[in-house]
């Protein structure tokens, strides 16, 4: 509270409370004479602490004392210990009073510092939500320029080492010829990552504007890409009718790519069924890509979505173990979750979400794709 209002509630009680005394020492009855007083401690709610309580409670206390002595006598028929009572009346409500304003007043400060508590933590959330993503999105830069800068000297190297392999291959001693190609290996591979990390740090940073994007459609497009593989494989894939998303096309693309292309590749012995659906569940839409292949073992779940972690090793079944990372950014971009659920031999099922955005009803049923595919 302001100094000024203060003193002025410190003036008003002061007055209140003369008022009061005067009043009782001109009632002859002095049958409730202190209770007034009450009121005072009820106006020291208003002043900061406790103390303006207490005070006017013992101020108030005083008076009704002394009050007793200096009214004028109580009419014959009015025995003694009635007026007594009422005094006692008197301090007893003024300490009710005392009592009511002191935990009145705890309650709310203690509801003033848990407030204070939580705008505080609120205030370091935000903080720490700002830092990390100051910090992610250094990371992204840095894995930009990395990649990025990287890439110009790797052509080098690789350019290079093709050109001894092609000129020098079987003029040299067998040796060379294997250190010749494990040269030419090593700067594909590395040219492979370098461009899956790109890929990976422009996700946020280079998409593009949501648009009305068929799933279906893009489920098409992903067969055509992976027609080879599918040939090769004798792979079966099968879908339930997809609907239209509000999405970055080309990178909802990757997405059910990069699945079903893992979903053919870490197939077993049988040859790979894949089933797509999706399902609306609470605002979004639950897509699925389920196979019949080797499965995953519960305790790599989270882990194979982090940047370069690969069950296997690159001669078992080839990648860069960058394809579910991309996924799963892909998918947070476009507000969704992702995870899947695995048991080793028995197949899997990975699953995503994207929220169900704000497109012409009608949209569902005729697909009105638009987008082009060619970043892709
Ligand atoms: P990559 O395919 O290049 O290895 P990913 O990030 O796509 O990288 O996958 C990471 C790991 O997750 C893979 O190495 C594999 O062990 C496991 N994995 C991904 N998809 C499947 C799947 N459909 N079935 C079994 N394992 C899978």
């Given at each position: 509270?302001?100094q000024?209002?203060a003193?002025q509630f410190?003036l008003?009680?002061v007055?209140?409370?003369?008022g009061?005394f005067i ?8 049958i409730?004479?202190g209770?007034?007083y009450?009121?005072?401690?009820l106006?020291?709610f208003y002043l ?6 207490f005070?006017?409670?013992?101020v108030g ?7 007793f002595f200096l009214?004028p006598p109580a009419?014959?028929n009015?025995?003694l ?15 009710s ?8 007043k ?12 939580f705008?505080?933590a609120n ?8 830092e990390?993503k100051?910090s992610n999105?250094?990371l992204?830069q840095f894995a ?14 690789s350019?290079f ?11 040299l001693?067998?040796d060379?010829n294997e250190?010749?190609?494990y040269a030419?290996?090593g700067a594909?591979?590395?040219q492979?990552?370098?461009?899956d990390?790109?890929?990976?740090s422009?996700?946020?940073?280079k998409g593009?504007?949501f ?7 893009i489920l ?8 080879v593989a ?5 792979a079966?894939?099968t879908?339930?009718h997809?609907p ?7 990178q909802?693309?990757r997405?059910f ?8 590749k870490f197939?077993d012995?049988e040859a790979?069924?894949?089933h797509v659906s ?8 639950v897509?699925?890509v389920?196979d019949n292949?080797?499965g995953i ?9 982090l940047i370069?972690?690969?069950?296997h ?7 860069t173990?960058?394809?579910?990372a ?5 998918v ?16 899997s ?5 994207i929220p ?6 009608d949209?569902?049923?005729?697909p009105?794709i638009?987008a ?5």
């Amino acid at each position: 509270m302001k100094q000024n209002g203060a003193k002025q509630f410190i003036l008003y009680s002061v007055l209140l409370t003369i008022g009061i005394f005067i009043f009782d020492l001109l009632t002859p009855l002095g049958i409730a004479g202190g209770v007034p007083y009450a009121a005072v401690v009820l106006i020291s709610f208003y002043l900061p602490g406790q103390h303006y309580t207490f005070a006017s409670g013992i101020v108030g206390s005083i008076l009704t004392i002394i009050g007793f002595f200096l009214s004028p006598p109580a009419p014959s028929n009015v025995e003694l210990w009635i007026v007594l009572i009422n005094r006692s009346l008197a301090l007893f409500v003024i300490w009710s009073g005392v009592v009511f304003v002191t935990k009145y007043k705890q309650a709310i400060e203690q509801r003033r510092k848990a407030e204070d508590a939580f705008k505080q933590a609120n205030k370091d959330l935000k903080k720490y939500t700002d830092e990390l993503k100051r910090s992610n999105s250094e990371l992204e830069q840095f894995a930009y320029v990395a990649s990025h800068d990287l890439q110009e000297p790797l052509r080098m190297v690789s350019s290079f080492t093709q050109l001894l392999s092609k000129r020098y291959k079987d003029k040299l001693d067998t040796d060379a010829n294997e250190f010749i190609s494990y040269a030419v290996e090593g700067a594909n591979r590395m040219q492979r990552l370098i461009n899956d990390l790109l890929s990976y740090s422009r996700i946020n940073t280079k998409g593009r504007p949501f648009e009305e994007t068929d799933c279906g459609e893009i489920l098409g497009h992903v067969r055509a890409n992976l027609h080879v593989a599918i040939e090769k494989s004798g792979a079966l894939i099968t879908n339930d009718h997809l609907p239209i998303v509000m999405g970055d096309a080309s990178q909802l693309m990757r997405l059910f790519q990069n699945l079903v292309d893992n979903a053919i590749k870490f197939s077993d012995k049988e040859a790979p069924r894949i089933h797509v659906s999706a399902e609306a569940k609470d605002n979004e839409w639950v897509f699925s890509v389920r196979d019949n292949g080797i499965g995953i073992d519960p305790q790599y779940h989270e882990r194979i979505f982090l940047i370069f972690q690969r069950l296997h090793g690159k001669e078992e079944y080839p990648g860069t173990g960058i394809g579910l990372a991309i996924c799963k950014r892909i998918v947070e971009r476009h507000g969704g979750k992702t995870w899947v659920e695995s048991e080793p031999q028995k197949g899997s099922a990975f699953y995503f979400t994207i929220p169900i955005g704000v497109h012409k009803s009608d949209a569902l049923i005729a697909p009105i794709i638009k987008a082009d595919y060619t970043d892709y």
